[in-house]
């Protein structure tokens, strides 16, 4: 008799959604009847077309739980099934970044351990029949198991800070791939129309002419030299964190490696991922989606807006729920690998247009946590808990201040600008610190901008820098002295270059956001 068999994540240490209705699924003899059962409740379906779906009703919080999935004389029995809150972690290396590449990794390793947290990582393959090492995929775990160095940062992050706010267990579903755009986390049909057709467009030429066998033999090859133990070790290298003479010596030292061409087994073809991935945990039922991504898509940065906003919709249909989005605002970077951020202010941009357009989607900013010499910022515990913070108040509905400081509107008088500010709480400040060292950065460029900008402020008048003599924070207010001003307009912006190293907050401790206006 074939076998019946449950989806990826029911499994022992699972944790599901609270006060939503809970699918269950997975596979089995086609007519089969299949009956799940969880703390008294049931559901009843049939197989069809060699897949079945149950759906039990919505549960409050509870944990020690016990699953049995039944068809035809099987039983699949499932122990210490938690209740809870539920959380995608996605998007590309920031976020998958593993927790034994943090800053804070030492200290954490020491804190006491938390047992209402629950993690799993979805398998990283990238084609059908892709042979890989995903030792720490999977499964369910907690802290200090095998795989708990290799989970994503911002996640876990996220989780130790809101667990013990909320008082229910809590589970963080990695789903991403460092390197990745946001065209291969999305069905294909979501990209058939302009201007996202561009990336079938590429997609299309890359493979023009091209022998499929020899496609794959290339990418299966190229992914064994990738997965191999001495190329991962070599990589962990940069991923710690290498110097900008560092990363010159380790890429001059590194021996060719095998190309993985554009092809049905690239991991970053459109809609790759969607299915190899994201499919494997839809139509589970979560609060939200984490997500820190866009790095992989600085090439098309002004059409950002519209392929992050159909990700999102793509998502909400699939999973057939208004999912929360808390994403993160790309942090500044000066130069990585030869590579550099010159895109990133508008991308940053059009990251902030989805969060106002789109109902349930919110930003949070890390412009304070920014390196020059690196595009994967160390301190990502941070960023996990600043995710936190927002999920409390937007999600959660505290009374607290959780999103950073915004431009509300500015005005312009003889000898000053004045800028009002939204979600100061008690105030702006600011952080007096030495600037980490950044030798290429003492050079105007496009990194790092005119000479001229004071504290992230930048004024231009006349396609000229005007001089900032001071800047005063008020309250909720920034003045920025200048020199008497002409009546011809002029553009005042706050952080707008890929790399700068200010730093104003408002009383949560949050970061400005960056900004450009017109006045």
């Known amino acids: 008799m074939e076998e019946v068999k449950a989806g990826i994540l029911f499994q022992d240490g699972c944790v599901l959604q609270r006060e939503k209705e809970i699918p269950v699924w997975g596979e089995g003899p086609e007519g089969a009847q299949v009956v799940v059962s969880l703390a008294g409740n049931q559901a009843v379906c049939r197989v069809k077309d060699g897949r079945w779906k149950c759906t039990l009703p919505p549960m409050e919080a509870a944990c020690g739980l016990a699953m049995t999935i039944a068809c035809g004389g099987q039983t699949i029995a499932l122990q210490d099934i938690s209740v809870g809150e539920v959380w995608i972690a996605g998007g590309q290396s920031n976020m998958e970044f593993f927790l034994c590449y943090d800053a804070d990794w030492e200290p ?22 892709h042979e890989k090492d995903v030792s720490e995929c999977g499964y369910w775990f907690r802290e200090g198991d095998k795989a708990w160095p290799l989970f994503s940062a911002p996640g876990y992050s996220f989780a130790r800070k809101l667990q013990p706010v909320l008082d229910v267990p809590v589970g963080i579903i990695g789903c991403n791939w460092g390197g990745t755009s946001a065209s291969t986390w999305m069905e294909e049909e979501c990209l058939q129309e302009p201007p996202l057709d561009i990336y079938l467009e590429e997609y299309r030429a890359a493979v023009a002419g091209k022998d499929p066998e020899l496609l794959k033999k ?139 357009r789109v109902p349930g989607v919110f930003m949070t900013s890390i412009m304070d946590l920014g390196m020059y010499e690196d595009i994967h910022p160390k301190r990502k515990k941070e960023v996990g808990e600043r995710l936190a913070l927002l999920a409390r108040g937007k999600v959660y509905k505290e009374a607290i201040l959780c999103e950073p400081p915004a431009l509300r509107f500015a005005e312009r008088q003889d000898q000053e600008i004045v800028l009002h500010f939204a979600h100061t709480g008690t105030g702006l400040w600011k952080k007096d610190k030495a600037p980490e060292a950044e030798p290429e950065a003492e050079i105007p460029s496009p990194l790092t901008g005119p000479r001229e900008r004071k504290d992230g402020f930048l004024v231009i008048q006349g396609e000229k820098p005007v001089e900032i003599r001071e800047v005063t924070l008020w309250g909720n207010e920034v003045i920025l002295q200048t020199p008497s001003l002409s009546g011809e307009a002029c553009t005042v912006s706050f952080a707008w270059v890929p790399y700068i190293c200010a730093e104003i907050y408002n009383s949560a401790g949050l970061p400005m956001k960056p900004f450009s206006c017109e006045l």
């Open 108 to 129: 954490m390793k020491q804190a006491e351990c938390n047992p209402q947290i629950h993690m799993f990582n979805v398998p990283r393959l990238a084609f059908p029949g």
């Open 218 to 356: 290339a990418s299966v090859e190229a992914f064994a030299s990738e997965d191999s133990p001495e190329r991962r070790a070599d990589w962990a290298k940069v991923m710690y964190g290498l110097s900008l003479k560092e990363q010159k010596e380790w890429q001059e030292n590194q021996e060719p490696v095998p190309e993985n061409p554009m092809g049905p087994y690239n991991v970053g073809r459109p809609g790759g991922l969607y299915h190899q991935m994201l499919e494997r945990i839809i139509p589970f039922a979560a609060r939200g989606v984490l997500w820190y991504q866009g790095e992989s898509d600085e090439g098309h940065a002004g059409i950002y807006d519209r392929l992050f906003e159909t990700m999102i919709g793509c998502w909400r249909k699939s999973f057939c729920q208004d999912l929360t989005f808390l994403f993160v605002q790309l942090a500044p970077y000066g130069t990585w690998l030869g590579g550099t951020g010159e895109k990133y202010p508008e991308l940053r941009r059009r990251q902030e247009m989805v969060s106002e």
